[in-house]
């Protein structure tokens, strides 16, 4: 795909002569219109209550963009491109910066080509662009044991700020794209590190064979799945230690702290998505140190993170595990939210199958297997009893959206704002070297 292009300069209204300049960016001739900030007049899509916030709003990271920034994760979408700022300008192709100066290709995978909203989507919406998986740290980073740094509402600024925020959504978006209109048998690489992962939840699996349930007067929350947790914790480091090469050994510590994290707490016996968050960040500090690279982002989604919902949905099952901070019939899931939005991702442009289709019962038996978005609702339907649009209210009216891209870029928005932003989730989120508290730095 050739690389489009999109010169950003300060618009003619900055007074030039005294050096001040108003905020503004505008396209140099020849390119599309933009300015930015966007015009606040534009409408919401018609999406029903679940779409919380309009798309014309600025997504705000971090502090306001100033004239000779040089941080890659500042990005404006306009049309169907999104590109990202550097000192002179913005491309929308990796590592490509026609002045020399901006993005470099050495920070990894940036996003481009069509923006997942489609050319429908508002003018001048900002998204932190994702972050590459291939981000090896410094012989010299000192690795530390992963600790709570968000104790009260007021702190959640510091994390919405912080260089973890701005890598972990990254992070999801990065993949986001890179499985849109894809099935889940689409012929990818599978590389070592992948198949060491899939191997390491493939232990997880047995160990559940390994510890049945036990009798007990409670219909929920199964004690034996503490039993299953204590060897996790206990062997956590070791497992981690399989998929981490030798030379990163200073790592698995921290790394194996995310792991743990991510399968539920074992003294509310309970799961959710902030246990799949952990997970995702599990992921990503394999990929910033270096495991994961480039081009395993496609088996990351299909391969791992699809064998790790299996497993957790068998622990959901055979131990009675009770939804952490589930909202009900107002809630989007009582358990994952990630495989919604990738899953919505690989259905966008899809020949036949529309939003519409996945409350029908034959559409969903059909195609389930090619889909992540069908299996989660497949997995809800077993689960639950009852008409869909009673247990499942929010996927009901989700249903009614007329296409999946829309679908994606609200679920996003809704996963930042339900998931990212709330404090009960994120309080139990940990910081350490490879996804730091501090704020964001350029650069």
Aim: aromatic letters at 10%.
């Amino acid at each position: 795909m050739a690389a489009q292009q999109l010169h950003l300069t300060p618009r003619k209204s900055m007074a030039a002569a005294a050096g001040r300049w108003d905020g503004r960016w505008r396209a140099c001739s020849g390119c599309p219109a933009l300015t930015w900030p966007p015009p606040r007049s534009a409408r919401s899509p018609r999406a029903g209550r679940w779409w919380a916030c309009s798309l014309s709003a600025p997504h705000r990271h971090g502090r306001r963009l100033l004239w000779g920034d040089f941080n890659s994760r500042f990005s404006v979408i306009a049309g169907r491109c999104s590109f990202s700022f550097g000192k002179r300008g913005a491309c929308g192709v990796a590592g490509e910066d026609p002045a020399g100066v901006g993005a470099s290709s050495e920070r990894g995978l940036q996003a481009s080509g069509p923006a997942p909203g489609g050319s429908k989507m508002a003018e001048g919406e900002r998204q932190p662009p994702p972050e590459s998986l291939e981000e090896i740290p410094p012989a010299t980073q000192n690795f530390i044991i992963p600790k709570k740094e968000i104790h009260t509402v007021p702190d959640m600024g510091k994390w919405k700020r912080s260089q973890a925020y701005a890598d972990y959504i990254g992070f999801i978006l990065t993949l986001n794209e890179g499985v849109k209109g894809k099935k889940l048998t689409f012929e990818y690489k599978v590389s070592e590190a992948i198949e060491k992962l899939v191997a390491l939840l493939n232990t997880l699996d047995r160990w559940i064979d390994e510890t049945p349930p036990v009798d007990q007067p409670s219909r929920f929350g199964n004690k034996a799945y503490r039993t299953w947790y204590g060897k996790l914790d206990e062997e956590a480091e070791n497992l981690v230690a399989t998929v981490v090469p030798t030379h990163l050994a200073a790592a698995v510590p921290e790394v194996a702290v995310y792991l743990k994290e991510s399968v539920g707490n074992s003294t509310r016996i309970d799961y959710g998505t902030g246990h799949e968050a952990a997970f995702a960040a599990f992921l990503c500090c394999l990929c910033k140190i270096g495991v994961l690279r480039v081009d395993d982002q496609i088996a990351i989604v299909f391969k791992v993170f699809n064998r790790y919902l299996e497993v957790m949905r068998k622990l959901q099952k055979t131990y009675r595990m009770e939804p952490a901070g589930s909202q009900g019939v107002w809630g989007l899931d009582d358990f994952q939210f990630l495989p919604f939005i990738w899953g919505s991702s690989q259905l966008i442009d899809h020949p036949y199958l529309e939003p519409r289709h996945f409350v029908d019962e034959k559409a969903v038996n059909e195609n389930h297997e090619d889909y992540m978005f069908l299996e989660c609702i497949l997995f809800i339907t077993e689960m639950k009893t009852g008409p869909f649009a009673e247990h499942s209210n929010q996927l009901w009216n989700i249903s009614a959206v007329p296409s999946w891209s829309k679908v994606n870029q609200g679920l996003i928005r809704m996963y930042k704002a339900e998931c990212l932003e709330k404090f009960p989730v994120i309080q139990h989120f940990k910081f350490g070297s490879l996804l730091p508290i501090h704020p964001v730095t350029s650069g």
